[in-house]
């Protein structure tokens, strides 16, 4: 009977956690009262880690992060594979957008393209944001939640096809 206990309440923690995560979507907000309560962010150097999950496998990665203001971002990736992908190009202009519109607190962008959602606990605050529907990232992206103190500590980005991946930034420095 201890065993069949344990193992319920197991299962209810997690389905609770799984529930938390995205309860910022619980939040809907104006982007000029999220605008007022995140911080500006800055150039940023720091470590990362990723895991995306695929269907039943999840691929874990890390390295190093920089994001240069008004410039774009940059993952170098040290394992499993080295490479380094940076999101400053044309080719990847959507992610850049929406980094920048959130480190320059320019909720133009973000309020055209996305429904916005805001909680706040403590000194973390998350932002959640949701394609509207006439956006031209609605049909490749489901949605994306960012978390952060003074700069951005975990970005999740959930896809419609290509499953979910979440980015936890470490040892992180103002350059």
């Not at 000029?32 to 874990?60: A, G, H, M």
């Not at 190009?89 to 480190?103: E, G, L």
Request: charged share 20%; aromatic share 12%; net charge positive.
């Amino acid at each position: 009977m201890n065993k069949f206990l344990f193992f319920l309440l197991v299962i209810l923690c997690g389905i609770n956690l799984c529930f938390a995560s995205e309860g910022v979507f619980n939040y809907p907000a104006a982007s000029k009262d999220i605008s007022k309560s995140i911080p500006e962010l800055n150039s940023v150097s720091c470590k990362f880690t990723q895991e995306r999950y695929l269907e039943s496998s999840v691929l874990k990665s890390g390295g190093n992060f920089r994001y240069i203001k008004d410039k774009g971002t940059i993952f170098e990736t040290l394992y499993p594979i080295k490479s380094t992908v940076s999101y400053n190009s044309s080719k990847n202009r959507q992610i850049n957008d929406i980094i920048n519109a959130v480190s320059n607190k320019n909720f133009g962008y973000l309020d055209n393209n996305f429904n916005l959602y805001y909680s706040k606990e403590n000194n973390s605050w998350t932002v959640g944001l949701k394609p509207k529907a006439k956006s031209a990232v609605s049909s490749q992206l489901h949605d994306i939640i960012i978390k952060g103190k003074s700069e951005i500590n975990f970005i999740k980005i959930s896809t419609v096809k290509n499953g979910t991946t979440e980015i936890s930034f470490q040892q992180c420095k103002t350059n």
